[in-house]
Structures are given as structure tokens and as C-alpha cells.
């Protein structure tokens, strides 16, 4: 088993982000209600929402625990990139669900990232994509400014994936 490619594991679970890295926080609004945080809570530990958004993930267990091993890819043909990752932490709370994975050796990026589905007190459902990364390959390296860019725009993707998911499980429902 290959040890992760950074020391701070597990600073998303509840912070703060360790300095010398590039930070991200971006949070959503999926739904509202118990019914609706349960759904994204399992779109987002059994790798649903990340499918759905577009990325590829291989992953040793078919939902998020503490040292499953994931692959993710995204991209498309020979510009599709995969990184390898752990699980470093999971949660499976009474208004909290979600996960972090770390990177691994021959991931472009070293850090963690967690994604987080909460039930807040007014009963709005949010999810949370946090993350700590600085480059780890050459072509990250020579990426510079772009690769935060793109990191946020994937943490928004996966927010409107995630909502869409909300929205069918609700239809279903209802």
C-alpha cells in the first residue's frame, strides 16, 4: 500500500488547511430536509456524484471508508489524467456525511480533498467540496494559475451534479 504523498492527513475533516498550499472552499445548496441530505450523502460517498459529473473513478469499495483506494480520471481520450488517491477519512453522521481522499505518488497534485454533505439546523441541505493541493508534477507545475481555476470550477460542477441527483431522488419520491 503506498503511503500518501503529503503529511498533514486529514486537516479537511475539520481544519484549518495547512499553509503552503493553494486553498479551496466552495460550498451549495442541494436540498432541504432529511430526505434530501440522505440522498447526497449517499451520491457523494458512493462515488455517484462524481460519475455523474463527468470523472472516471475506480475505487476498491463501493462506498467511501477510511483506506479504500480510488483512481479518478478526468479528461477526455489522450488528455485524460488519473490520480490516484486513498480515503483518508470518512464520516457517516446524524447531519454530517461525506469524505477526504489524499493523494498518492503519481498524482499530478499533493493534498487532500473533502467532500461533505450537511443537514444545517434550518433544515438546508449543503454541500461542501474543501481541499489543500500544490502541484506535483511537471506539467501542474507549468500549468501555474490555471490549476485553482480549474479546481473550482470542478468543485462547482460537482455542486450542480449533486443538486440534479437531489432533484431526481425527490421526483422519485414525491
Known sequence: MSTLSYPEVGA?????????????????????????????????????MHRASGAGVQASAERAEAGVSVRVSLGAGPLRFAAPCRVVWAEYGADRIGFAYGTLPRHPECGEECFVAELADDGTVWFTVMAFSRPAAWYTRLAGPVVPVLQRWYARRLGGTLRRIVDEERGGRG
Open 12 to 48: 479537511t475533516r475539520l481544519g484549518p488547511l495547512p499553509d503552503g498550499y493553494h486553498h479551496l472552499h466552495h460550498r451549495t445548496r442541494v436540498g432541504r430536509g432529511r430526505a434530501d441530505f440522505e440522498a447526497a450523502g449517499s451520491a457523494v460517498t458512493g462515488w455517484r
